[in-house]
T-cell receptor, first 118, second 113 residues
Framework: GAVVSQHPSWVICKSGTSVKIECRSL??????MFWYRQFPKQSLMLMAT?????????EQGVEKDKFLINHASLTLSTLTVTSAHPEDSSFYIC??????????????FGPGTRLTVT | DAKTTQPPSMDCAEGRAANLPCNHS???????VYWYRQIHSQGPQYIIH???NNETNEMASLIITEDRKSSTLILPHATLRDTAVYYC??????????????FGTGTRLTIIP
């Protein structure tokens, strides 16, 4: 089946530093990847849609200059949390769409990255 | 996309069938019903989806009412590993540009030994 990986699985960083999270589709190519954020005991909230070779589309209320998304290849998208603060501590999850899929299909989710900012 | 309503929590005895309801009374004719689940501290896992016919796969069955205003996800023989939050999502067919999945609060299903 389709597998999506994320790296790192967890990270602790100091306030003011930047953190990069990678999302990879391991056995398929993904023209579109999605980044979600999940705070404790809450549901997933879509942050942005990442399309290979073009700028990401951010959801309302998500700061594009703070959450930098790069989708340089069909198998890799990265999310960089710049100048992280404790309120950015969260569970970040990516998902990907198989480029061969057409019509109705499901998204495949990564295992998530837990970010803790101290 | 249409909104969904699910009970916040449910318990089910191990080995029994778990029936998880979902109301989607404002669903449009071109919207599908999707079910995902999220085991603690993991990414969501796709379970099943359907439009108007009942669907079954190796994980679950999906029963959609004739008026499509509600559906039920059935896990036929629940195990402890089925303890998770289950999300019911309705969405138009995924074509480029409208693949967004909007997650609600879901149902926290606890399987009791």
């Amino acid at each position: 089946g389709a597998v999506v990986s994320q790296h790192p699985s967890w990270v602790i960083c100091k306030s003011g530093t930047s953190v990069k999270i990678e999302c990879r589709s391991l056995d398929f190519q993904a023209t579109t990847m999605f980044w979600y954020r999940q705070f404790p005991k809450q549901s997933l909230m879509l942050m942005a849609t990442s399309n290979e070779g073009s700028k990401a589309t951010y959801e309302q209320g998500v700061e594009k200059d703070k959450f930098l998304i790069n989708h340089a290849s069909l198998t890799l998208s990265t999310l960089t949390v710049t100048s992280a603060h404790p309120e950015d501590s969260s569970f970040y999850i990516c998902s990907a769409r198989d480029v061969r899929a057409s019509g109705n299909y499901e998204q495949y989710f990564g295992p998530g990255t837990r970010l803790t900012v101290t | 996309d249409a909104k969904t309503t699910q009970p916040p929590s449910m318990d089910c005895a191990e080995g029994r069938a778990a029936n998880l309801p979902c109301n989607h009374s404002t669903i449009s004719g071109n919207e599908y019903v999707y079910w995902y689940r999220q085991i603690h501290s993991q990414g969501p896992q796709y379970i099943i989806h359907g439009l108007k016919n009942n669907e079954t796969n190796e994980m679950a069955s999906l029963i959609i009412t004739e008026d499509r205003k509600s559906s039920t996800l059935i896990l036929p023989h629940a195990t402890l590993r089925d303890t998770a939050v289950y999300y019911c999502i309705v969405r138009v067919a995924a074509n480029f540009g409208n693949e967004k999945l909007t997650f609600g609060t879901g149902t926290r299903l606890t399987i009791i030994p």
